[in-house]
């Protein structure tokens, strides 16, 4: 199909495509239930230090925990607590849409391959793409609104195009918690995921983690014990680092007992200030803290001057725990956690007097009431912002998505043939070509179910029909070879069953599904095949790998070596179905001298050979040059092939001693590409070899005199 085509196509078709594509990682039949739960996240101090609790009790309770998190300090303990790390990279700040394609094509793999209860996302990005991921997956998501950024929160295009994202994410989604009101109100009137609305108390505090300690004496910050201010943030302009530091300045020409500290990440257009600042002792800056309780105790106030729109400041619910005085802005996501002259002071944004003025005023209180402020806030946060009402309330959703998950309600879009159809016969052959190689170049990344494979009923068809050929109704006495076998291990068991005494697997690389179990009923004969002997008892629901282990049977992954390994004239019968067209060329003919070497005299090996371009069921890859195909790039295409013809494979086999006994051909019926568009070097193919789509090649090698 050409690109106008494609344009051309009509509407319902055209969507429909689209549609399949997004949907194409979901099979149709339901993965085995899992009891796990998915975090995608942007940062592991965001779970770390926020989610901490939550994990834990889904651990506790018996849950799987995967966390999606480009990999931080905090990483290595939440595996050692038992978690699943997957990492993953992921630019905050970044609006390069090919980056955002990769985090959603990672996230869509991750849904597929773990298939969790519930996905729980944090943060702008995590939030949009996992909620659509989910939805594809028929997974429920539960997003966390921590605030709505700048990109949101500064009116203009960009705020628009993020608005229209968040209603297609969030048109299906479980619930969205929100962490203030007014970020509540902002989705209400815009009519985004309406009726599945929460207001939570942040992320809550953990009230023995931040315990309240007394407050160490201190002046008026004219004379006496210094007055120690702390600024505990992301050094980023939105977070009013610079008020606070004009602030300073101005407070230590009238209080000069008083001293000003500043944590936390530093952005790097402002590590130069921070030098001056330490230079001129205006502010002490101590980098990024791991134990910002232990800091706070060593604070008489918390200053935290943001005008950035997030959703309950975190440090300002953490300074209340810890029973120290806060002075903040006046506006959404921080006056929650403040009662204006009760347990610390409310100023406008961006104003650096009144800042000042407020700092002023609380320096000049006597010990008792500054105190006294500490204590009110450690009640206000043991009232309403313990972290454990946080935890009940996601637990809660994880219990309604399980009740769900049981029902069988997990939604199956269609099968995994019409799907097949779509993809072949809607996307145009060069779009398909380029999005393979921009994936073997680790460009994008794409779901498992783009990639068109064989299903499980296909594959042993396959085994039955080489059978039925072959007229072969038992393997007594008779050693089995199978060459890339895939992700499906299930012929030596039915090879064992029909009485062979050695079965082996050759692959380039371990494909074996790693959540794959055996499933008993999936592995009996055919009814017109009558067992020699039975299989093994209990392996009902264990691994692959160790199944293949009681049957005798070796699996090897390391290519031609592995080859290598089996003793000269071993094997009886090699069977390969869509393998021989994958192996690359210049390794073909060292791999069959190696068949060749091993198989037994009088020895049997069939060939299934597709020889279709896998990626448009035509032969558009004769197309290219020799260099371009064979490059690594083009190599490491799921639908790389060599390009031999049928008559060439023959004629290899010949070569090396092979009897080939018959060729089935399967023709089209009329040319697939045009002899004027092909590469030079297949001018000369004969026209029977360019209409074979397919063949069964059966060869045998001869018996010794």
């Avoid at 943030?233 to 001293?259: F, H, N, W």
């Avoid at 997030?310 to 956690?337: F, H, K, M, Q, Y």
């Avoid at 031609?560 to 390969?576: H, K």
């Avoid at 597709?610 to 448009?616: E, P, Q, S, Y």
Wanted: proline content about 3%.
């Amino acid at each position: 199909m050409q690109f106008r085509e494609w344009r051309s196509m009509p509407c319902r078709k055209a969507r429909e495509a689209v549609f399949m594509m997004n949907l194409a990682g979901c099979n149709n039949k339901v993965k085995d239930y899992k009891k796990s739960v998915l975090f995608l996240v942007n940062h592991d101090v965001v779970i770390y230090n926020f989610r901490l609790e939550l994990v834990e009790r889904l651990l506790s309770d018996g849950y799987e925990v995967h966390i999606s998190s480009p990999y931080g300090d905090r990483i290595d303990e939440l595996v050692s607590l038992g978690a699943v790390f997957h990492e993953i990279k992921i630019d905050r700040h970044g609006k390069n849409p090919m980056a955002d394609f990769r985090v959603f094509c990672e996230y869509r793999r991750l849904v597929c391959l773990i298939h969790p209860v519930i996905i729980l996302g944090y943060t702008i990005k995590p939030n949009i793409y996992g909620a659509v991921a989910g939805r594809s997956a028929g997974i429920p998501f539960v997003a966390n609104i921590t605030g709505l950024g700048t990109a949101v929160g500064n009116k203009g295009i960009g705020q628009k195009f993020i608005i229209f994202l968040y209603k297609a994410a969030f048109a299906n989604i479980q619930r969205v918690f929100f962490q203030n009101k007014e970020d509540m109100s902002f989705f209400q009137n815009l009519g985004i995921a309406s009726g599945r609305h929460r207001l939570l108390p942040g992320s809550g505090v953990n009230l023995d983690r931040y315990a309240c300690s007394i407050l160490s004496p201190c002046g008026s910050g004219k004379d006496g014990n210094p007055v120690k201010f702390a600024f505990i943030s992301r050094i980023m302009k939105e977070k009013g680092i610079d008020q606070y530091l004009e602030a300073a300045m101005k407070v230590k020409k009238s209080c000069p007992a008083t001293q000003f500290h500043v944590c936390g990440f530093c952005e790097p257009e402002y590590e130069d200030w921070m030098k001056r600042a330490g230079s001129c002792e205006v502010a002490e800056y101590h980098g990024m803290i791991r134990d910002v309780a232990g800091f706070m105790k060593e604070m008489h106030c918390i200053v935290h001057p943001t005008y950035y729109p997030e959703g309950l400041s975190n440090v300002l619910l953490e300074a209340c725990a810890c029973g120290r005085p806060v002075i903040t802005t006046d506006r959404a996501g921080c006056r929650e956690a403040v009662r204006d002259g009760i347990n610390g002071y409310l100023v406008p944004e961006k104003n650096a007097d009144e800042l000042a003025a407020a700092m002023q005023r609380f320096a000049g209180l006597c010990y008792e009431e500054k105190a006294a402020m500490g204590e009110a806030g450690r009640r206000l946060a043991e009232k309403q912002f313990n972290r454990q009402i946080v935890v009940d309330a996601y637990m809660e959703e994880v219990k309604s998505a399980e009740r769900k998950t049981q029902k069988g309600r997990r939604i199956s879009y269609m099968n995994r043939e019409r799907i097949k159809r779509c993809m072949k016969h809607c996307l145009p052959w060069k779009l398909r070509y380029f999005i393979k190689l921009q994936e073997a170049k680790g460009n994008i990344r794409l779901p498992d179910g783009l990639k068109q494979k064989r299903s499980c009923r296909e594959y042993n068809d396959a085994f039955y029909k080489a059978l039925e050929v072959l007229k072969i109704r038992d393997f007594r006495g008779k050693s089995v070879c199978e060459m890339g076998p895939g992700q499906y291990l299930l012929h030596p068991f039915l090879e064992y069953q029909l009485g062979a005494d050695r079965e082996v697997l050759l692959e380039i690389d371990d494909f074996a599904d790693e959540y794959a179990q055996i499933d008993m009923a999936g592995l009996s004969l055919k009814h017109e095949y009558e067992a020699v002997r039975m299989l093994p008892e209990q392996m009902d629901g264990a691994s692959w790998h160790s199944c293949l282990k009681r049957i005798n049977a070796a699996y090897k992954t390391n290519g031609l070596t592995g080859y290598r390994e089996i003793p000269d004239g071993s094997m009886d019968y090699v069977f390969s179905f869509s393998v021989l067209e994958h192996i690359r060329k210049r390794e073909f003919a060292e791999t069959l001298r190696e068949v060749y070497r091993f198989l037994s005299p009088g020895g049997v090996s069939y060939h299934a050979v597709d020889f279709t371009d896998h990626f448009g069921g035509k032969k558009n890859h004769l197309r290219f040059t020799e260099s371009v195909w064979e490059d690594e790039a083009h190599y490491k295409m799921d639908n790389y092939t060599n390009r031999l013809s049928c008559s060439e494979m023959c004629s290899m086999m010949k070569e090396i001693g092979f009897t080939v006994l018959k060729v089935r051909r399967k023709q089209f019926c009329r040319l697939p590409v045009s002899r004027r568009h092909l590469y030079e070097g297949f001018a000369e193919i004969s026209r029977k070899d360019l209409i074979t789509a397919g063949a069964v090649i059966i060869a045998v090698k001869k018996q010794e005199k």
